[in-house]
């Protein structure tokens, strides 16, 4: 059966159904997930023509910090989970794409 599962997740309530039951898939046979969280690159056309060629600056900062705290928020709840449910699980951000 399974040995490996791969389960992505945003931290929506939808995503946390899809957790839930992948933790359910891999307990049976015992096996293995990875939980998989994606952030989205600074949106640099939210500026507009006026600001083209420039450097978001702070701005920048504080979006790639707020995603990465965000990713490891939903990764530890993920973490937890599989914990509870006696599951092995790997946590993987993957940022800005």
Do not use: N
Not at 1 to 27: C, F, N, P, Q, R
Not at 39 to 48: L, V
């Amino acid at each position: 059966m399974y040995k490996h599962l791969l389960i992505a997740t945003d931290g929506s309530e939808l995503a946390d159904k899809g957790v839930a039951h992948g933790l359910t898939l891999a307990k049976g046979p015992g096996a293995a997930v990875t939980f998989v969280t994606v952030s989205e690159q600074f949106p640099i056309f939210a500026w507009g023509g006026a600001m083209a060629g420039y450097a978001a600056g702070d701005e920048l900062a504080v979006y790639q910090e707020e995603s990465r705290r965000y990713g490891k928020e939903v990764l530890d709840k993920c973490k937890a989970s599989a914990e509870a449910a006696g599951v092995s699980a790997k946590l993987v951000h993957v940022e800005d794409k």
